[in-house]
Antibody
């Protein structure tokens, strides 16, 4: 079964840091771009970051540039999001997603981050 | 950035109705336009990719069309499990951007 499972969310104070993880299974992780998408409480979806299969390309939405870092370990089938200098507006459920055909076709269940 | 605008923001419909949701981009997305369904407390689910391609396992009552800047998601006959929020998303240019969502509610 193709699956993504996020972990690492929680409550953190403004200015603090958190590292999210996403464990992939059921597919060849190293062959896919991966994404992080977030959703603030009661709001819509916001794409946050993308990473190429081999980690050589990374892209971010402006609101997280310089504070968040996407990374991956293909040997561990894992995607990460290091979040520093957290702000109240970063409060959201964070989803990792697999990219296929320029769309996000598999999503995890999400992990909640609260900055307060 | 490409701004994505969906209309309507919400709609009320009955089981069996034909439902149409539109998505307009501020500039051409080169047809890199995707549609997702999200139910409360759940992760989004991909329905349609690259304008009109039905994702595996998605019922054929869902269809997508359009080109350039104007796109449409159609549900040919609304089923009880289709009451949800729908989002369009462009993957033509970084940053990828979503529409604000269209909530389909029971009439």
């Amino acid at each position: 079964e193709v699956q993504l499972v996020e972990s690492g969310g929680g409550l953190v104070q403004p200015g603090g840091s958190l590292r999210l993880s996403c464990a992939a299974s059921g597919f060849t992780f190293s062959r896919h771009w991966m994404s992080w998408v977030r959703q603030a409480p009661g709001k819509g979806l916001e794409w946050a970051a993308n990473m190429k299969e081999d980690g050589t390309e990374k892209y971010y939405v402006d609101s997280v540039k310089g504070r968040f870092t996407i990374s991956r370990d293909n040997a561990k089938n894992s995607l990460y999001l290091q979040m520093n200098s957290l702000r109240g507006e970063d409060t959201a459920v964070y989803y990792c997603a697999r990219v296929l055909h320029d769309a996000m076709d598999v999503w995890g269940q999400g992990t909640a981050v609260t900055v307060s | 950035d490409i701004q994505m605008t969906q209309s309507p923001s919400s709609l009320s419909a009955s089981v069996g109705d034909r439902v149409t949701i539109t998505c307009r981009a501020s500039q051409s997305t080169r047809n890199f336009l995707n549609w997702y369904q999200q139910k409360p407390g759940k992760a989004p689910k991909l329905l349609i990719y690259v304008t009109s391609n039905l994702q595996s396992g998605v019922p054929s009552r869902f269809s997508g069309s359009g080109s350039g800047t104007d796109f449409t998601l159609t549900i040919s006959s609304l089923q009880p499990e289709d009451f949800a929020t729908y989002y369009c998303q462009q993957s033509s240019i970084i940053p990828w951007t979503f529409g604000q969502g269209t909530k389909v509610e029971v009439k």
